[in-house]
């Protein structure tokens, strides 16, 4: 069964500080791999899409970074703002176009 | 705002009884998408359309049906409900068929089945 699991399932870091989410797979072949950002109780915003071509994209101090061979995907925060506070989702899609959604990493920025 | 409207965005009822939810996409997006999150929980996906025609679907309960009109709003119908169907339910659009475009998602209707 294809599967895309996120860790830490919940991060604390200090405003400023820089950290990486994790996401495994093993949905493939797939047809793309997407983070989103979730802040409670609002809809999912996309924040990169990557093909499985692509090793990196950024977005502002977001940075998705695949590697394929090993099915790993992983999203770094540059200097965290206490506007990061949220759920970060990655989502694997497969080749016949159906989305395999992780649980989430939920992450916390403390002043 | 990513320009998907969703209609209610609170909705308290009792067991037993019947809603229906409403999402108008994107100006121009032809498919629409029904997910399901319960509470800390990670997002179902229940059922595409695209352009009036469904397209996929996830696990949508029986008790669910949803539909396409012409001009492209949808509706998701939840009949006898349960308590464990309290839940967030988003709906999301994209330009494109088949995932393969960006999907903007709603904020969502908060259903409280009591």
């Known amino acids: 069964k294809n599967q895309v699991e996120q860790s830490p399932q919940s991060l604390i870091i200090l405003e400023g500080k820089n950290c990486t989410l994790q996401?495994?797979?093993?949905?493939?072949?797939?047809?793309?791999l997407r983070w989103y950002k979730q802040d409670t109780g609002r809809g999912p915003v996309s924040l990169t899409i990557m093909t499985f071509s692509e090793n990196t994209k950024s977005n502002g101090r977001y940075t998705a970074t695949l590697d394929a061979d090993t099915k790993q995907s992983s999203l770094h925060i540059t200097a965290s703002q206490l506007s990061d506070s949220a759920s970060y989702i990655c989502?694997?899609?497969?080749?016949?176009?159906?989305?395999?959604w992780g649980a989430g990493t939920k992450l916390i920025i403390k002043p | 705002d990513s320009g998907v409207t969703q209609t209610p965005k609170h909705l308290i009822t009792a067991t037993g009884q019947r809603v229906t939810l409403r999402c108008s996409p994107r100006?121009?997006?032809?498919?629409v998408y029904w997910y399901q999150q319960s509470l800390d929980q990670g997002l179902q996906f229940l059922i595409q359309?695209?352009?009036?025609?469904?397209?996929a679907k996830g696990n949508i309960l029986e008790r669910f049906s949803a539909q396409q009109f012409p001009d492209l709003h949808s509706e998701l119908n939840l009949s006898s409900l349960e308590l464990g169907d309290s839940a967030l339910y988003f709906c999301?659009?994209?330009?494109?068929?088949?995932?393969?475009?960006?999907?903007?998602f709603g904020e969502g209707s908060r259903l409280t089945v009591l």
């Open positions: 999301a659009s994209s330009t494109r068929d088949r995932n393969t475009g960006e999907l903007f």
């Open positions: 100006s121009g997006d032809l498919s």
């Open positions: 989502v694997v899609s497969e080749v016949n176009y159906q989305l395999i």
């Open positions: 996401c495994n797979y093993t949905v493939s072949p797939f047809s793309n």
């Open positions: 359309y695209y352009n009036g025609e469904e397209r």
